[in-house]
C-alpha cells in the first residue's frame, strides 16, 4: 500500500469514529447529580455494601448507597470519614 491510500484509511477512520463518539455523546443519558448524605464511620457494614451492589446499573441511584460507597473509599484510601476520629 502506498502513502496515500494509508493516509485515506486513516482519515475515514477517524471521520467514522468522530461520527460515532458525536452520536453517542447526543444520545447519551442525563444523569442528574447524586446528593450524598453523611455516613457515621461506625455504619459501614459489609452486608450493605453487598445489598448496595446488588441494584442494577439501570435504576435510580440510591442516595444512601452513594454516601455508603463514598465513605468506604474514604476508609480504604485513609482519608476521614464523616464523624470519625481522625
Given at each position: 500500500?502506498d502513502q496515500g491510500t494509508v493516509l485515506r484509511t486513516l482519515v475515514v477512520a477517524g471521520l467514522v469514529g468522530s461520527v460515532?463518539?458525536?452520536?453517542?455523546?447526543?444520545?447519551?443519558?442525563?444523569?442528574?447529580?447524586?446528593?450524598?448524605?453523611?455516613?457515621?464511620?461506625?455504619?459501614?457494614?459489609?452486608?450493605?455494601?453487598?445489598?448496595?451492589?446488588?441494584?442494577?446499573?439501570?435504576?435510580?441511584?440510591?442516595?444512601?448507597?452513594?454516601?455508603?460507597?463514598?465513605?468506604?473509599?474514604?476508609?480504604?484510601?485513609?482519608?476521614?470519614?464523616?464523624?470519625?476520629?481522625?
Amino acid at each position: 500500500m502506498d502513502q496515500g491510500t494509508v493516509l485515506r484509511t486513516l482519515v475515514v477512520a477517524g471521520l467514522v469514529g468522530s461520527v460515532i463518539a458525536a452520536l453517542a455523546m447526543a444520545s447519551g443519558l442525563q444523569v442528574e447529580p447524586v446528593v450524598a448524605t453523611s455516613v457515621p464511620a461506625g455504619t459501614i457494614s459489609s452486608a450493605d455494601l453487598k445489598n448496595c451492589a446488588k441494584l442494577e446499573t439501570a435504576d435510580q441511584i440510591d442516595p444512601r448507597c452513594a454516601a455508603l460507597w463514598e465513605a468506604n473509599r474514604r476508609r480504604f484510601f485513609g482519608r476521614p470519614v464523616d464523624g470519625a476520629a481522625p
